[in-house]
């Protein structure tokens, strides 16, 4: 699975990244659905070992295209977990307040607290993504961010964070037959904005603007992984592998009882 992290430095050519990809699992999508199983198993005493050390804390990104499977995902992957140590942001068009200030003010309070997971459903990428494709802002100011974006997970990962960040990377037939099926079934229409198919047709402009940020901030501290996403569970499977690999690797232990407990002092 490490396959898929963007190394640091590295070029990406996000052609290069096939959207229906499988390699790393049997390709049998009830296998990777076991497998997700077992791993959720394995995140649910992780998580809590997390919160009860209260030492480390963790960001996960989510972005990706309309329809990729950024709600999917968090509901899938986050399922057996205890809702009192997990925490989702979600980062819609900014408020006048929050466009009022820099790009990482709105940012900087979502971010998990110590023994914490946080998910950011859309993120301070979007701050490169939609803004440039839709010229919101000058190109020297979009451009600058990408040293800026890593400057600010640089001390975030610094104070006890790990970040994990995930483009959730959808073909554009996929997407074609996603959108159309929220338009065919009425339980899916609440999912539709008119903004959806106009999107669409900045498809082109959209891949430029995720592989250029992609390359530029995926970085030794904070790196990116590429996530196909045309097959669902995939997707699931690949980031909640990721995510618990990375809380194993804090090889994290139960908190020993405080002193003043021990001994006759006890219950
Ligand atoms: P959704 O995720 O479907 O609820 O849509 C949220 C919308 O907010 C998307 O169209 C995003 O592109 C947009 N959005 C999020 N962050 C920003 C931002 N910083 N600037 C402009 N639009 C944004
Ligand atoms: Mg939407």
């Known amino acids: 699975m490490k396959n898929y992290q963007v190394r640091p430095g590295s070029k990406v050519d996000l052609r290069e990244w096939k959207t229906d990809d499988t390699s790393g699992s049997d390709g049998k999508k009830q296998h990777g659905n076991d497998r997700l ?3 959720r198993d394995e995140l649910e005493p992780l998580q809590e070992l997390l919160y009860a050390g209260r030492e480390h804390s963790v960001l996960v990104v ?7 499977g950024k709600d999917g995902t968090i ?3 986050f399922e057996g977990v205890n809702p009192q140590g997990v925490r989702v942001a979600q980062f819609r068009v900014p408020t006048a307040l929050e466009a009022s200030h820099d790009f990482l003010w709105r940012i900087h309070p979502q971010l998990p607290a110590k023994g914490e997971i946080v998910i950011f459903n859309r993120s301070h990428y979007e701050d490169v993504l939609v803004t440039r494709v839709h010229r919101l802002v000058p190109e020297a100011v979009w451009h600058r961010r990408f040293r ?3 400057e600010f997970e640089q001390m975030v990962v610094a104070s006890g964070t790990i970040i994990l ?5 959808l073909g554009e037939e996929e997407q074609k037959l996603r959108l159309k099926a929220r338009l065919d079934d009425r339980t899916k229409h609440w999912k539709f904005s008119a903004g959806d198919a106009q999107e669409r047709k900045l498809w082109p402009k959209y891949m430029r603007a995720y592989q250029e940020a992609v390359e530029q901030t995926s970085t030794a501290w904070a790196p990116w992984y590429i996530v196909p996403s ?4 995939f997707r699931d499977l690949l980031v909640c592998t990721v995510l618990v690999d990375a809380l194993k690797s804090l090889r994290m232990k139960y908190p020993p009882l405080p002193l003043e407990f021990k ?3 006890g219950v």
């Open 230 to 233: 045309d097959r669902k569970w």
């Open 148 to 150: 800026e974006i890593n």
């Open 62 to 68: 989510l972005q990706g295209m309309d329809s990729a």
């Open 37 to 39: 199983a077992q791993l």
């Open 165 to 169: 960040k995930f483009f959730l990377h």
């Open 263 to 265: 001994g006759e002092r």
């Open 75 to 77: 509901r899938r992957v």
